[in-house]
């Protein structure tokens, strides 16, 4: 359970060591399993009026390495929009507005046009004749670009709940919790841009260090919730808030685990 990928040439896709060693004993059946993947992929009905495809153009789908690279290209386009999200979850728990949920959620609406874009290109995809490596690499492009869009249903869902509730019971963000989910915060942020850039360069160093960053955000978060557990059991710290800042950290838990999948 860590950030590789299941075969050295999509090490940014998995990112475990363990997947790593599943790949190599399945690498026989993967265009079976590709085949009954194909069928069970459930893909929307697109509404191409929100945002158009960039990289993935039909006339690659001759040439499946060329496909699936134009896929990780489309795959950066929802890092970009999930990287604008991370960067508006703060302001918006401590201070946001239905203004501000309302752009989350227009992100959020690109992010899965984009998700489903993907999952149609990769059905055709796999209907081109791949070495057992291709269609390996195809199904961990479906694993990640899922878990981006389960990403961006965190940040769309759960952070505007949590912001409808401060407003509702009129709490202010105190200094010190902000200053701790900044720092959550900014590891869940690292974590995620590394591990994008590790699948768009297949960088092994890079997805290495993210494995190692497990334990350390891990760390991070228990000690945060640990001292605010101590705070409300001396009563120096309002029980709302106490809640708030406990379901935000999950909420960057959440994050993080998707990250390093």
């Keep these: 359970e860590a950030l590789a ?60 390495e060329l496909a699936l690279q134009a896929v990780a290209h489309e795959n950066m386009r929802i890092t970009e929009r999930i990287n604008s999200m991370l960067n508006q ?7 946001g507005s239905e203004t501000d949920i309302v752009k989350l959620e227009e992100l959020k609406a690109e992010i899965t046009q984009i998700h489903d874009f993907v999952l149609i290109y990769l059905r055709q995809v796999s209907k081109s004749e791949m070495s057992d490596s291709q269609g390996n690499w ?39 919790m902000y200053t701790d989910l900044a720092d959550i915060m900014e590891k869940t942020a690292e974590a995620f841009d590394k591990t994008m850039h590790a699948f768009e360069n297949l960088d092994v160093n890079t997805a290495q260090k993210i494995i190692r ?31 708030l800042e406990i379901a ?12 390093k999948r």
């Excluded at 979850?89 to 201070?95: G, V």
């Design 138 to 176: 195809l199904m961990n492009s479906i694993s990640v670009v899922n878990h981006l869009e389960n990403i961006g249903d965190i940040l769309e869902v759960d952070l505007p709940a949590l912001c409808r509730l401060r407003i509702k019971q009129e709490l202010t963000i105190p200094e010190e």
């Design 213 to 243: 960053m497990k334990s350390e955000f891990n760390e991070i978060t228990e000690e945060k919730k640990n001292n605010q557990a101590k705070l409300i059991l001396s009563e120096e710290h309002d029980m709302d808030i106490y809640r």
């Design 248 to 259: 935000m950290i999950d909420l960057l838990k959440g994050i993080f685990y998707h990250t």
């Design 89 to 95: 979850a703060l302001p918006i728990l401590s201070k």
């Design 5 to 64: 990928a299941e075969v050295p040439r999509q090490i940014a896709n998995g990112f475990t060591i363990y997947k790593v060693a599943m790949a190599v004993v399945f690498l026989p059946f993967t265009n079976v399993l590709v085949t009954i993947l194909n069928k069970l992929i459930p893909v929307r009905e697109v509404d191409e009026s929100l945002i158009e495809v960039r990289y993935m153009d039909p006339s690659l789908l001759e040439t499946p």
